[in-house]
């Protein structure tokens, strides 16, 4: 990654799975050397029993099970490690997500539910996890999120699958106008997955700062995930990672990076709220460059945390020391890793919801998901022209999707005849899930 | 004001001027009756000796010189008072702007400036305020904000006539590569007006919270700011106001409004990090209806500060007697009103540039600012047809951009036969100004 400071920690624990043990590698993933692409294809389905935690089988270094195909058609990643560290910072997750009933007792008054053992909805899940300070973050996230996810998700039982949802999930009216109460608020079934995706990722960070806590380990990770439920794709997206649709006639992004200038003044309003998260050594306040000694006591043009605009000249000085600024990726490394505070709670999670049913589906009509790494080098309409140019070719390739994603990467890479425009190199690690969406609307769309 | 909740205190104290009694009417201004439409007419200049603060002597109430023709042309108002209050909640203030030159000391090393009793620059300001909770904090921001303004930009001094702005005010560069930071960073001149804007506005803010708080009162307001200045119109907007360009073929928002929606997850934020505030009375979480006694124990719809989507379920309720919720005035009243913690740091100040001498600019175009009590009832494009209808009839007639400003507000009434389309009714507080931007271009663009 080249700009690694919006690589924030906002995805802390793992539950009930063993941490790495601090500066040492992780326990269950074997390192992958340096541009030696590997696959990942999930497994189809979700092992465990229903009260055990399920997970995806899949990750991108422990099951390089190059060749597989999902009996879900459930898309194609590639990872590559860039040998910034031993292990791979990237992490991704796939797999059926299983939900499961909750039914209501027999008493009216003491209302308490039970979880069917049957499943009665199923969608799919794909995300991407990018490190920074090491992998533990992204590893965390990549075994936590989904469980998180399900759980909050079978906590909205019926309501999923309303035409509205009902105030209560009793589904009786406690007032009458319950139902136009919610009608008024424009309240839609598909707010509840977007409040169940916002929900985990909460529960989620919250697990994984005090599990990184617990193990004296900092750091932390982008997330990029997408969810396909009842005939709907939803891209939930924090960090630099990006998801695109790409069809014959269209480049759709359906993700916005979080970039430094995007951040900015959250992070300066964290620091004015959390001053102690500065330790005395840093600023909150922007400058246009690192300050020097020679700076002391004149006035420089600056700009705080309420300010899209910049001022001036500012006169009071922060203790020599404290001069390292918000425009230096230490600073939000320190402020992002500090274990005292969690920062889950301040999380700009933007999701974005994909109608299926509206898009007269083609056959080669993808979503492609992958962590910045390929995108320093190559733009949408670069990754849409590669697909095209790929997928009309190889109809009869059972593995054209995985093979698709490999190629790009492999673009990334100056390999295979197809490097970038400009001929740009990545260096960094680079993951990609591509999904046929064709198969998720004809495939998963209800029960 | 339809929705009083987003009026919230957030231009807090007059500098040197005495606060109005507590409950008691303030003492420098007559009432307004009910309906009874009057004019303000800023007068031309700035009175006062270059070191006492300068204010604009016209203020709505104080000063209905019906019928004065501004030297500087400089917009015309129209107050009415919709007798929810004794006095005016609607103030206005419009002025010339007049900025003295900063010079720095002959000695290099020891830097210190004093300020010419010459103008070096002039530029032209309207503001419209729109108290709630009384019309304390809308006149103290309409005493206090030019000035804090005014003194902001004279603090960038010559930084404001350069064609890039220096790092450093002396204009010498501590460090060789100083312009180019600038130049990386995209500062331009018009981000230091901006960055001074929102210092004026933070230091407004905390000026009109000491003085509330030391008058034992409470209370906030909307601003809607505009500022010409070397060739540009910057509209700075905190609130429900708005302002809007109107040429012959163009109709322009200036700003956007904080609606209860847009504002939602910024309160809900700071009442989280901030609990005291809610004083054991409210709940920062929303539901779709305010909660009642048969709710309790039951798995409600909800959303939190992090969340767009709704979920939830929730189980874990509040005490009770604690269910106010952020979609009641009075949770938002009580939040803003606070003496205990001002909310001034939290501001997001909007402010758009207009390029007056890209716009090829007619006689007829204007910009159009009033408070809610005028876009409550009119939209944008019935504003527009208004303006349209009017001007072209009337190009004989000095006054005819203030009797424009009248048949607005008359056109809230249900008076003039210019009654609005749907045959509304507004019963709020409506002020009113039409700047005419001709003038503007011709005349205010320099020293």
Chains 1, 2 share one sequence.
């Not at 308490?112 to 799919?124: I, M, S, V």
């Not at 992004?253 to 992070?267: G, Y």
């Not at 890479?413 to 899930?433: A, I, M």
Request: proline share 8%.
């Amino acid at each position: 990654m080249s700009a690694g400071w919006f690589r924030r920690r906002f995805l802390p624990g793992v539950a009930g799975g063993p941490l790495p043990a601090p500066r040492s590698p992780r326990p269950r993933a074997s390192p992958v050397p340096y541009r030696r692409p590997r696959f990942l294809r999930g497994s189809g389905s979700c092992p465990g029993t229903p009260d055990a935690p399920r997970r995806p089988d899949a990750r991108p270094v422990r099951c390089p099970a190059r060749g597989r195909t999902l009996p879900w058609n459930a898309g194609y990643a590639e990872i590559i490690n860039a040998e910034k560290s031993e292990f791979n910072e990237d992490q991704a997750a796939c797999g059926k997500l299983c939900i499961r009933r909750c039914e209501f007792g027999p008493e009216e008054d003491q209302e308490w539910l039970t979880l069917c053992p049957e499943e009665f909805l199923t969608g799919h899940y794909w995300a991407l996890f990018d490190g920074h300070g090491g992998p533990a973050a992204a590893i965390l996230a990549a075994n936590t999120l989904h469980s998180c996810l399900r759980r909050q998700l079978e906590a909205i039982g019926e309501g999923m699958v309303a035409t509205q949802p009902p105030m209560h999930l009793s589904g009786h009216c406690v007032c009458p106008s319950d139902p136009q109460f919610v009608e008024e608020k424009g309240i839609r079934t598909e707010d509840l997955v977007i409040g169940a995706l916002e929900s985990a990722f909460q529960e989620c960070d919250e697990v994984i700062g005090r599990e990184l806590e617990a193990a004296g380990q900092v750091g932390g990770c982008t997330a990029l995930v997408a969810v396909s439920l009842k005939g709907k794709l939803y891209v939930a997206n924090a960090g630099d990672s990006r998801a695109i649709l790409v069809r014959r006639d269209e480049v759709r992004p359906l993700s916005s990076e979080f970039t430094p200038e995007s951040e900015r003044q959250r992070i300066q309003q964290l620091a004015f709220v959390y001053p102690e998260l500065l330790a005395d050594e840093f600023t909150r306040l922007e400058f246009p460059r690192r300050l020097k000694g020679d700076d002391l006591g004149q006035k420089v043009l600056f700009r705080d945390h309420y300010m899209s605009g910049w001022l001036g000249y500012w006169e009071h000085w922060p203790s020599p020391g404290a001069w390292e600024t918000i425009s230096s990726e230490s600073w939000i490394q320190t402020f992002n890793s500090s274990p005292s505070c969690s920062l889950s709670h301040r999380l700009n999670l933007q999701v974005t919801v994909l109608d299926l049913d509206q898009l007269e589906l083609q056959e080669e009509d993808v979503v492609v998901m992958a962590t910045d790494g390929l995108w320093d080098v190559l733009s949408n309409e670069q990754v849409a022209r590669l697909v095209r140019s790929f997928l009309p070719g190889n109809q009869e390739d059972p593995h054209r999707f995985s093979e698709l994603a490999q190629m790009l990467i492999h673009s990334t890479q100056g390999k295979d005849g197809n490097p970038t425009e400009e001929g740009q190199v990545s260096y960094d690690d680079v993951s990609v899930f591509v999904i046929p969406l064709y198969s998720q609307s004809q495939g998963s769309s209800g029960h």
